[in-house]
């Protein structure tokens, strides 16, 4: 057969043709949705290194290139040319929005940001000095208690005012559950501030909405900061197949409510393997303290008997410059001159940056910088909270998610998550 892979067991002399298919960009698959039909056994593949689990024209990642695309659009464009909410757009509707689509948009979020007075409670039912990504798993979920007579589990529109709502209150559930976390009142949204700035404005303001008392102080808004935290949303919209996002698919396949599948990516999320990586990696860096002991947690990471590895470093996909961290490079440095940042923990990074991208271990094994080694610095020059490094990356993502559980709900001939074992038990 043409256009396949033939595998033959060697065992019995068996052989079994298996189709290839082709995508619009990427590797081919072979298609072993007939494997354990035809041959009576599973295919192994721990951690998925190797297997497609679904079709998807969301986003496409090279990573031997180094190269992001949200519906067709690079990365690097997007974050310079465009708002995350345009960003947000163009994830659900496969297109960028006009400036009336866009105004629209925008408009129908800053309405949409606001919970209801009910689940407020839920956000005090926790003990303050609660991580917020634990509240926001919680509270995500119970956002599907109050939207879920509405849905019609088989109507498009639904879908995505579903999306919107989610996408607009994400803001301030994080913001919320940051507050409650230091054991201050809540901050309603402002509907005159935009999407980023009310979400700063959130966490930051005194009670009662008092801002802009100092402008110059640490609790002002500054525009390069609204600007910078913007770019960090666009640049975490969407990843395709991750982990997290394989959970709200898997979630999805079981016929659940979209925002407990939300829930279960943002827990996914949390893992230091995974988004919680940004909280490490300031850790990390807090840790080694000063430019002369860096030498000493490199010999760390690259000792075999040492389980430390080196946070905010390598990647399953990209085994080249991770596109995203190469925006908030240069975001870094601009952040830099203009706030006139130069403080310890940017002369860690680059510290060890500049000792990883030269070293065999790192060279040969093709690590590199990820976003979170730089995510967080930025946040930390953003002035944010370092158990906040994590629920950013949620706001960010959030889109993505729901735009993979909408796709999926849109594809024919989809099928519950369903994994096999190669078992070793008694
Ligand atoms: N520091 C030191 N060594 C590392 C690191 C690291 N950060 N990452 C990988 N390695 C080494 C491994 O020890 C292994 O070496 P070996 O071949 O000698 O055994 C080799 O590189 C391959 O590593 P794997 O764990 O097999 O790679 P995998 O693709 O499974 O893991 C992961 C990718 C989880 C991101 C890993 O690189 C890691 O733990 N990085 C640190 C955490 C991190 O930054 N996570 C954020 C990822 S980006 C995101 O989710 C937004």
């Known amino acids: 057969m043409n256009n396949s892979v033939t595998v033959i067991d060697n065992r019995t002399g068996k052989s079994y043709d298996f189709k290839i298919l082709n995508g619009t960009r990427g590797p081919s698959v072979v298609d072993i949705s007939s494997f354990y039909a035809d041959t009576g056994m599973f295919t192994f593949d721990n951690g998925y290194t190797s297997t497609a689990s679904c079709t998807s024209s969301i986003t496409f990642i090279d990573g031997a290139k180094g190269e992001l695309l949200y519906r067709g659009i690079k990365i690097e464009k997007l974050a310079e040319e465009n708002s995350y909410l345009d960003v947000c757009y163009l994830l659900l509707n496969d297109a960028l929005p006009s400036q009336e689509e866009s105004k629209k948009f925008d408009l129908e979020l800053r309405h949409r940001s606001f919970l209801h007075e009910e689940l407020l409670e839920l956000f005090k039912a926790f003990p303050s000095g609660s991580h917020p990504m634990a509240t926001l798993s919680a509270?995500?979920?119970?956002?599907?208690?109050f939207h879920f007579n509405h849905l019609d589990m088989c109507n498009e529109s639904e879908y995505q005012t579903m999306a919107r709502r989610i996408v607009a209150k994400m803001p301030t559930i994080a913001a919320f559950a940051y507050r409650h976390s230091i054991?201050?009142?809540?901050?309603?949204?402002?509907?005159?501030?935009?999407?980023?700035?009310?979400?700063?404005?959130?966490?930051?303001?005194?009670?009662?909405?008092?801002?802009?008392?100092?402008?110059?102080?640490?609790?002002?808004?500054k525009e390069i900061e609204i600007?910078?935290?913007?770019?960090?949303?666009?640049?975490?919209?969407?990843?395709?197949?991750?982990?997290?996002?394989?959970s709200v698919r898997?979630?999805?396949?079981?016929?659940?409510?979209?925002?407990?599948?939300?829930?279960?990516?943002?827990?996914?999320?949390w893992g230091r393997a995974h988004g919680g990586a940004n909280e490490s990696?300031?850790?990390?860096?807090?840790?080694?303290?000063?430019?002369?002991?860096?030498?000493?947690?490199?010999?760390?990471?690259?000792?075999?008997e040492d389980e430390f590895r080196l946070m905010g470093f390598?990647?399953?996909?990209?085994?080249?410059?991770?596109?995203?961290?190469?925006?908030?490079k240069n975001l870094q440095v601009q952040l830099q001159d203009e706030l006139h940042l130069d403080s310890n923990l940017m002369q860690i990074a680059s510290k060890i940056e500049e000792i990883a991208l030269n070293d065999e271990y790192f060279v040969s094994r093709k690590l590199y910088p990820n976003i979170d080694f730089y995510s967080g610095v930025i946040l930390t020059a953003l002035k944010i909270p370092t158990s906040m490094f994590t629920p950013i990356f949620v706001i960010g993502r959030t889109v993505g998610w729901i735009s993979q559980w909408i796709e999926f709900k849109k594809s024919k001939g989809t099928k519950i998550a369903r994994p096999r074992q190669l078992y070793l038990g008694k």
């Open 250 to 269: 898997n979630v999805a396949s079981t016929g659940a409510h979209p925002y407990v599948a939300i829930s279960a990516g943002i827990s996914a999320l």
């Open 227 to 246: 600007k910078a935290l913007d770019t960090i949303f666009t640049l975490h919209a969407d990843h395709e197949q991750n982990a997290s996002t394989t």
């Open 139 to 145: 509270a995500a979920a119970a956002l599907s208690t």
């Open 314 to 328: 390598g990647h399953r996909v990209y085994k080249n410059f991770d596109p995203r961290a190469r925006v908030l």
């Open 281 to 304: 990696v300031i850790k990390q860096l807090e840790m080694i303290g000063s430019v002369e002991n860096v030498d000493a947690f490199i010999s760390r990471a690259k000792d075999p």
């Open 183 to 221: 054991g201050a009142s809540f901050i309603q949204p402002d509907i005159t501030r935009s999407y980023t700035e009310n979400f700063l404005y959130m966490m930051r303001a005194y009670p009662g909405g008092k801002m802009h008392v100092d402008p110059d102080g640490e609790r002002s808004i």
